[in-house]
């Protein structure tokens, strides 16, 4: 079992930044890839950002390249998003998952998600 917990969720307005974080306990962090999602009130969830196991290899959703960034640092078992140049339209619940090898794995464990909301 992998326990995924997020943090750094709140309200900012448009044009602001945040970062998130998302600790991880359990089995051995380095062997999983993580990815950020996010869910907006009626609308389907979405990929946001993921990192390979090691942190060599990225992918970023086209609405939020060039702005968010994920990171990963093994040794304290945390992935982060950092998000810049919010906008209202980033506004949603960010969950944060793991995969077990491959980013493109499927997703095996959860958080328990993050509200973010961007004032306009």
């Known amino acids: 079992q992998v326990q995924l917990v997020e943090s750094g969720g709140g309200l900012v307005q448009a044009g602001g930044s945040l970062r998130l974080s998302c600790a991880a306990s359990?089995?051995?962090?380095?062997?999983?890839?993580m990815r950020w999602f996010r869910q907006a009130p009626g609308k389907e969830r979405e990929s946001v950002a993921a990192i390979s196991s090691g942190g060599s290899f990225t992918d970023y959703a086209d609405s939020v390249k060039g702005r968010f960034t994920i990171s990963r640092d093994n040794t304290k078992s945390t992935v982060y998003l950092q998000m810049m140049s919010l906008t209202p339209e980033d506004t949603a619940v960010y969950y944060c998952a793991a995969m077990r090898g491959s980013m493109w794995s499927t997703t095996e464990y959860w958080g328990q998600g993050t509200q973010v909301t961007v004032s306009s």
């Open positions: 359990g089995r051995t962090f380095s062997n999983y890839a």
